[in-house]
């Protein structure tokens, strides 16, 4: 069975500090990676996708950055973090785009 | 611009009784619909699902409709149960576009009082 993991689970960071956030999937090759942000009181919004290693697509410009060295790796990074981009981040894998995505567990970053 | 949209931010419904959340769609291109269930601190567990050459998929106590023409699906909860209460997302896709991604609506949070 397919499993997707993201650590860490909590990160409490200064502003300006950098970020790494990882998130791999188990059991499943090639698949469709997203990273979604949900801010206190809000839907989720969509970060970056990626349909294979490489290849990254953004859906909203700011100071953060997504990159996909191996298959079943999405890392979602920051060189300087805003009190803005504090939130609930989660990944999210599917088999085909437009199907249906499965998330991890999520991680809760604060920035103060 | 939001092309999925869930109206209703909250819901409160006693155990035992129905539950219904509504979602509306903009995207006549859409031909697949996703539900899921968010608890707090957690990722967003899929729930239920239908295509859109369908009007009405059940699992169990979930029952989603869709109404094409009115560009509405609807999540049906019956009996409700206090495990239920969790935010619920509604997605809508096109999986003929090349961009392969979910549209969410913000979420309706759903209370169910014993």
């Known amino acids: 069975s397919q499993t997707i993991h993201q650590w860490p689970a909590t990160l409490v960071q200064p502003v300006g500090s950098p970020l790494s956030l990882e998130c791999t999937v188990e059991?499943?090759?090639?698949?469709?990676l997203y990273w979604y942000r949900q801010a206190a009181g809000r839907g989720l919004q969509l970060l970056f996708y990626?349909?294979?290693?490489?290849?990254i697509s953004s859906e909203v410009p700011q100071n953060l950055s997504a990159s996909r060295p191996q298959d079943r790796q999405f890392i979602l990074s920051s060189k300087k973090l805003l009190l803005s981009d504090s939130g609930f981040y989660l990944c999210?894998?599917?088999?085909?785009?437009?199907?249906?995505?499965?998330f991890g567990p999520g991680t809760r970053l604060t920035v103060l | 611009d939001q092309q999925v949209k869930q109206n209703s931010p909250s819901l409160s419904v006693q155990e035992g009784r129905i539950s219904i959340l509504n979602c509306d769609y903009t995207?006549?291109?859409?031909?697949?619909f996703l539900w899921y269930k968010k608890y707090p601190a957690e990722g967003p567990t899929f729930l239920i699902s239908?295509?859109?050459?369908?009007d009405k998929n059940e699992d169990g106590r979930f029952t989603v409709f869709l109404n094409k023409s009115a560009k509405h699906l609807s999540l049906h909860i019956v009996p409700s149960q206090p495990g239920d209460s969790a935010v619920y997302f509604c997605?809508?896709?096109?999986?003929?576009?090349?961009?392969?991604?979910?549209?969410f609506g913000r979420g309706t949070q759903l209370t169910v009082w014993p």
């Open positions: 990626s349909v294979g290693i490489g290849q």
């Open positions: 239908i295509s859109s050459i369908k």
């Open positions: 999210a894998w599917s088999v085909l785009a437009g199907d249906t995505q499965y």
């Open positions: 059991g499943t090759s090639n698949p469709n």
């Open positions: 995207n006549s291109m859409f031909d697949y």
């Open positions: 997605a809508g896709a096109d999986r003929g576009s090349t961009l392969g991604r979910l549209y």
